[in-house]
């Protein structure tokens, strides 16, 4: 699993890795300290479109690897990763509602019509 950071925010790479604050190996926001790998941070900037919508779906990936872990009580010791989810889930909200989704189904497409015939939804000019 190879692993990139420069430090910098010069490539779309780096600028994701920031902001989910996987930036240091072996240290990364995963479950047990996992990194994201460059191939799967590399796949959410092709899949998402934007480096920015990239990190809505690594923060998205990573309340989803919390969810699986149950949260833990015992001797008054309280463990709590759905808080954990919880906050991911937030943070991927917050990128998607300012920077948009990076897949766009057909329900949610933009119309253009072109055959000219309707006031209300644009029409392409050949």
Known sequence: MAFTYLGDLSTTRDQVRFYLQDTV????????DVNFSDAEIDG??????SWQRAVAA?????AS????YPDFKADGLTLSRSDIA???AKQALE?????????TT???RAVTRQDGYSDDIDSVED
Not at 44 to 49: I, K, P, V
Not at 95 to 103: D, I, K, L, S
């Open 95 to 103: 990128w998607h509602r300012r920077y948009g989704y990076g897949v």
């Open 65 to 68: 690897s919390w969810r699986r």
């Open 106 to 108: 057909a329900g949610s």
């Open 58 to 62: 690594g923060f998205e990936t990573l």
């Open 44 to 49: 959410l900037l092709t899949l998402a479109g």
């Open 86 to 88: 919880d906050g991911y």
């Open 25 to 32: 190996e072996n240290s990364g926001p995963r479950p047990s």
